[in-house]
């Protein structure tokens, strides 16, 4: 079993930045691919980002492609997104999630089902 504790969320100005943060315990998470996923209120659960258990392979949804970057710290048991250039559309609830696999291939990593363990979320308000 692992936990995973989001962190990092907030109230951000359009434009602004924000560092999200994932901690997991129970289990090493470093021979395991990792993702970063998003519900915005009314809206289904989307992926935004993806990476491998090395870190080596990363993948975005075209949304936040190059403004948001997701890295790991396997010493650490945490995966991180940074969010730059931040837009009112990217208001949700994000969700960090362990994946079934070390590594999954880029059109199959934007499935949840992919996924099999998940935090508890942390929310991310961006205003104009």
């Known amino acids: 079993q692992v936990e995973l504790v989001e962190s990092g969320g907030g109230l951000m100005q359009a434009g602004g930045s924000l560092r999200l943060s994932c901690a997991a315990s129970?289990?090493?998470?470093?021979?395991?691919?990792m993702g970063w996923f998003r519900q915005a209120p009314g809206k289904e659960r989307e992926f935004v980002a993806y990476?491998?258990?090395?870190?080596?392979?990363?993948h975005y949804a075209d949304s936040v492609e190059g403004r948001f970057t997701i890295s790991r710290d396997n010493a650490k048991n945490s995966v991180s997104l940074q969010m730059n250039s931040l837009k009112i559309e990217d208001t949700a609830i994000y969700y960090c999630a362990v994946g079934k696999t070390a590594w999954i291939p880029a059109t199959w990593a934007r499935a949840g089902s992919r996924y099999e363990y998940w935090g508890q979320g942390t929310q991310v308000t961006v205003s104009s």
């Open positions: 129970g289990r090493t998470i470093s021979t395991y691919s």
């Open positions: 990476i491998s258990w090395s870190g080596d392979s990363t």
